[in-house]
């Protein structure tokens, strides 16, 4: 930031000396108030001219700007005006009429959006905004904001893949108040000591809207386990998924899409003590019937383990409790957890059709809805910041990045780490393997310490 727009600041006691509580619940003795710049046009065309000068200078790739409500909302708008970039607004809460959009303006699914705000401290309000632009399957990578108060924003927002872009940071700023003699060099000590210890570590945290204060864990920590537990636990399903991980140390499920029930058994018996959960596809086995069920529920209460059916049910809600409960199958007399798209709308969980991008969104918001049944979701990038549920993802392979037949694979840590999911689905890269026990040894070791380490 050049000097210029430093004594600009000054001259309108953007820099507040004090005792402040921040929106993010952080005590602060420090107030940059940019509000006040919407007083002061001219400053807050030059403000924004810098900003802009900051995204050319990081040849940042974006499609649509898109800024932070509220008080980033007239950065964003001249920001737009001067890249000549179209601008989607992100409403705190959907009109109750018209169209009771959430995201207002023309867009395409897939595009990329450039978050603006005006100061980051937690990074909470980024996330909200991010969150609610995937629903609409929009991408988000890059943040341009005009303060960084470096109190853990940045470190949070790269744990979600996001690169946080400062104009000025508060050391900066600290350095011009003692340059200007405003405050002296044994105050800035101060100020920077009460920022650090002031930092995440008893900031409130918030999942879904909702803020909890926890005098002990970090806001940073918000997918730890220690932090989830008691979250998860509230579904009685992923209370028992999450009590066989913790107690076997693996966060593996093995896909076995056999169609012998004795194949497929004996992969059971070899590798289940390395599983949180096996998942089948019962209508493809040739020879099912009562002794298959029978054994497999021996082996997975003997080696404690979920059986997941994935059957992925799409009718009416009556339609599929029969599929459940009659027919050939018999699913809910054998299976923990089975698949279901949202595709009929909520009576397939307790009418409407869901497609495109609505698809993704009804299905968030009926799960939401029915927190005690939906145990989480099977996707290949986590698709909400709620860590409440469980994130299942397949398509996991150390060994091969495709098999020519239009399956996709990526690495323990890209799943984990990169895409932000719980669960790792591994079907032929251990049931094929000439080794399938050192390979599901491997694999749940390896896939449980990143997942623990997040």
Not at 1 to 7: P, V
Not at 18 to 41: E, T
Not at 134 to 158: F, M, S
Request: hydrophobic share 35%.
């Amino acid at each position: 930031m050049s000097t210029e727009l430093f004594n600009d600041f000054h001259r309108l006691e953007v820099f507040k000396l004090g005792n402040f509580v921040l929106k993010s619940g952080l005590p602060s003795p420090i107030y940059i108030d940019l509000r006040a710049l919407i007083s002061d046009p001219k400053l807050l065309k030059h403000t924004c001219h810098e900003m802009t000068d900051l995204i050319n200078k990081k040849e940042i790739d974006y499609d649509y700007i898109v800024g932070v409500p509220y008080a980033a909302l007239p950065m964003a708008t001249l920001i737009s005006s001067n890249l000549e970039a179209p601008m989607l607004i992100k409403r705190k809460e959907a009109k109750a009429y018209g169209t009771k959009k959430l995201i207002e303006g023309s867009y395409e699914t897939g595009k990329k959006c450039l978050i603006i705000e005006d100061v980051v401290t937690s990074g909470a309000s980024i996330l909200e905004t991010v969150e609610a632009l995937k629903l609409e399957g929009l991408i988000c990578e890059d943040v341009i904001c005009a303060l960084n108060r470096e109190q853990g924003g940045v470190e949070r927002l790269e744990k979600e893949g996001i690169r946080l872009h400062s104009l000025v940071s508060m050391t900066e700023i600290l350095n011009y108040l003692v340059s200007s003699d405003t405050i002296s060099a044994d105050r800035r000590i101060e100020i920077e000591a009460m920022l650090k210890n002031t930092s995440l570590e008893n900031s409130p945290t918030k999942s879904n809207g909702a803020t909890k204060t926890n005098g002990t864990t970090s806001t940073t920590d918000l997918w730890n386990l220690e932090t989830r537990k008691p979250l998860l636990e509230c579904n009685p399903l992923n209370a028992m998924v999450l009590k066989y991980m913790t107690l076997k140390k693996t966060n593996l499920c093995v896909a076995v899409d056999e169609t012998s029930k004795e194949k497929i058994l004996q992969t059971i018996r070899s590798i289940g003590g390395f599983v949180c959960a096996i998942k089948l596809h019962a209508d493809i086995i040739d020879d099912f019937d009562q002794s298959f069920i029978d054994e497999l529920t021996t082996l997975s209460k003997q080696h404690q383990f979920v059986i997941f059916a994935d059957r992925k049910l799409a009718d009416t809600g009556n339609t599929v409790e029969l599929q459940l409960t009659h027919g050939s199958l018999h699913i809910a007399d054998w299976a923990n957890l089975v698949t279901v798209h949202s595709v009929p709308g909520p009576s397939i969980l307790q009418s409407g059709a869901l497609t495109d991008v609505e698809y993704s969104k009804k299905s968030l918001e009926m799960a939401n809805d029915a927190k005690n049944v939906v145990s989480g979701f099977i996707c290949q990038k986590r698709p909400s910041d709620n860590p409440e549920f469980l994130y299942w993802t397949p398509g996991v392979n150390e060994s091969k990045s495709t098999d020519g037949l239009g399956q996709q694979w990526r690495s323990i840590e890209d799943a984990i780490k990169r895409d932000g999911n719980d669960i790792i689905i591994v079907g032929r890269a251990i049931t094929q393997s000439q080794n399938p026990v050192e390979v599901a040894r491997d694999y749940a070791s390896r896939a449980f310490e990143l997942w623990k380490s997040r």
